[in-house]
């Protein structure tokens, strides 16, 4: 099992406890969010030096900065560093195939794309709705043989799951696979509508940011399902419990992330 | 339909019952979507009915209907595709085959899905329907429209939350791609391809609420500083709307000889609603190349929703900020 935690700045490094093996940096869900190519490197370089593995989540991209995070693709590419790239959007993935940098770049289906059903409810609906209803819930879409193509085309070795507070089926593929947990927050819906940013004139809408949310922490009490955190622009719980219907050796590496 | 000079925009609505197509088409619907809950899917799946809608009210439920529909459509050549646009897992494609043979043998031609597996079993199998990617698709950039076109698909349905600069630019890349946008109802803060609560379930199985999106929608939003209450609760608004989304005066903005499908949304609103709907976006497109700027267009709108839906249109209700 490997051990990696998600870190925010250089500083973080010195932070790390010693079962640590891996460090991801990144963002899975705000495009906004970025890291330069140059501070990536140095990461890299310091991360190698010390024996540490890293990752980077992209989020999902729309068309105003898709130029960025492609360029970024290439520079990673070019330079031949070992990184393991975390893709969130399609579009992004067949960038890099199209570009032949499959050769270098090593993939994990983000979060997003495996699509877990991870609402907090789904354990209530046990022995509400029918067996094969419940199961169908409890297993990861990416988990299929309809995706065998697909991961073998793009070369994709590793999911990122959510440690969601309910049983995990994990059917069987016609592909291997290495799963990548993250822990403790659990996704359930992303926005660019941002809570963060003051509405403009009162108006919801999609709006410049300043980073707001590195320095204010959001969250939600809901009266069905209890507390819910904004990390950035995505709402998630947490579920310090690992369970995952007992298949914890499914499991080849942990993600400790923070509430960033 | 053309709309000033020679775009060609249709309108694409939802229908759950044969009886509404030939009012909403008078009205002005191009197009129409609709779900269909097959017997055997029932049989298995119960309340949950695969397509994101709830069972019996927003889904077709035998096949003469759907076959009935098929041909009327097929009589006034107007288009009609059924709903794939939830995920799927590997014990269910067995009988999403026989499902979509059946359509298949029906007349359908088209069919709006979100799930990429599904995509590719659809070509593995060789069926010959039109793939139209559903919002659920979460095509928010060129590159993921090539992704999508080179997996077979012939329309892009965008994500509500893309700008229409986003959308034009994007658009501009591609010949040939059919691209439809959200005109009217169904806005939502989360992005539905990255919506992971369930829908389509909740309300049929007592004890569970309403959807989580729309509990959290309702929760006010804190800051963990001091536990206040922080930027109001930006969400709230859209559940308290009657019309809960409408582009009409954006389509100034939009780039009609490329994205010429607008889409309603609300397969199981009742036919009045739908109604409402086309004639606000069909009203909007008519009079549009007569206005040369835009906020000539925008009070234009708004004096045609007040008289459509009988309430003021407010700025909450926009699906696209302009």
Not at chain 2, 107 to 112: D, K, L, M, Q, R
Request: hydrophobic share 35%; proline share 2%; charged share 25%.
């Amino acid at each position: 099992m490997t051990y990696a935690k998600y870190i925010n700045s250089f500083e973080d490094l010195d932070k790390l406890e010693k079962k640590i093996s891996m460090v991801y940096i990144g963002n899975d869900f705000c495009d906004r969010i970025k890291w330069d190519f140059s501070d990536i490197l140095k990461l890299y370089h310091k991360t190698t030096h010390r024996g540490l593995k890293l990752g980077l989540k992209t989020p999902f991209i729309t068309e105003s900065t898709i130029e960025y995070f492609q360029d970024l693709m290439k520079n990673i590419a070019n330079a031949s560093i070992n990184i393991e790239v975390v893709i969130n959007d399609f579009g992004l993935l067949d960038y890099i195939e199209k570009n032949g940098y499959l050769k270098t770049i090593q993939i994990t289906m983000g979060r997003l794309l495996c699509r877990q059903k991870t609402d907090k409810m789904t354990k209530d609906l046990k022995g509400k709705v029918s067996d094969t209803v419940y199961q169908h819930f409890c297993t990861p879409v990416a988990l299929a043989n309809s995706y065998s193509e697909l991961i073998r085309k793009y070369h994709i070795t590793a999911f990122e799951f959510e440690n969601i507070d309910c049983e995990v089926y994990f059917p069987k593929v016609d592909f291997e696979y290495r799963i990548v947990l993250t822990y403790p927050y659990v996704s359930v819906g992303s926005t660019r509508l941002c809570p963060y940013i003051e509405k403009q004139n009162e108006v919801l809408g999609i709006w410049d940011c300043n980073y707001e949310c590195k320095n204010k922490k959001l969250y939600i009490k809901e009266d069905l399902c209890g507390e819910y955190v904004y990390i950035n622009n995505t709402i998630a719980y947490k579920n310090e419990r690992l369970e995952l219907n007992g298949s914890l050796k499914e499991i080849d590496c942990i993600l400790d992330e923070i509430w960033r | 339909m053309k709309y000033g000079g020679d775009i060609i925009v249709k309108i694409v609505t939802p229908i759950n019952n044969i009886k509404e197509v030939h009012e909403l088409i008078k009205e002005g619907a191009g197009e129409f979507y609709f779900g269909y809950l097959d017997p055997d899917w029932m049989q298995y799946y119960g309340a949950y009915s695969g397509n994101r809608r709830e069972n019996y009210l927003a889904n077709f439920i035998d096949i003469s209907s759907v076959k009935e529909v098929s041909q009327l459509l097929a009589s006034q050549g107007i288009e009609g595709a059924i709903t794939f646009n939830d995920r799927y897992t590997d014990s269910q494609y067995s009988l999403l085959k026989e499902i979509l043979h059946k359509i298949e043998e029906a007349g359908i031609t088209n069919v709006i899905v979100a799930d990429i597996g599904l995509i590719q079993m659809i070509r593995k199998w060789a069926f010959s329907f039109n793939i139209h990617v559903s919002t659920g698709g979460g095509v928010m950039n060129h590159s993921a429209v090539k992704f999508y076109l080179d997996h077979g698909a012939k329309r892009i349905i965008f994500p509500r939350q893309l700008t229409i600069e986003e959308m034009n630019q994007m658009t501009l890349m591609f010949s040939g791609v059919e691209f439809e946008v959200f005109g009217m109802y169904g806005r939502d803060p989360y992005i539905d391809a990255f919506c992971r609560f369930h829908h389509g379930i909740n309300s049929v199985i007592p004890g569970l609420g309403s959807c989580g999106c729309i509990r959290l929608n309702n929760s006010a939003i804190m800051n963990k500083e001091d536990d206040a209450i922080s930027n109001g609760n930006p969400y709230r608004c859209l559940n308290s709307l009657n019309v809960d989304g409408c582009a009409a005066c954006a389509l100034y903005g939009l780039d009609r000889a490329k994205i010429n499908y607008i889409k309603i949304v609300g397969r199981g609103s009742k036919t009045e609603r739908k109604v409402k709907a086309v004639r606000m976006i069909k009203k909007s497109l008519e009079e549009l190349e007569n206005f040369k700027t835009y906020s000539d267009y925008e009070k234009h709108c708004k004096k045609i929703f007040k008289e459509n839906f009988n309430v003021s249109c407010i700025k909450n209700n926009c699906y696209f900020n302009i």
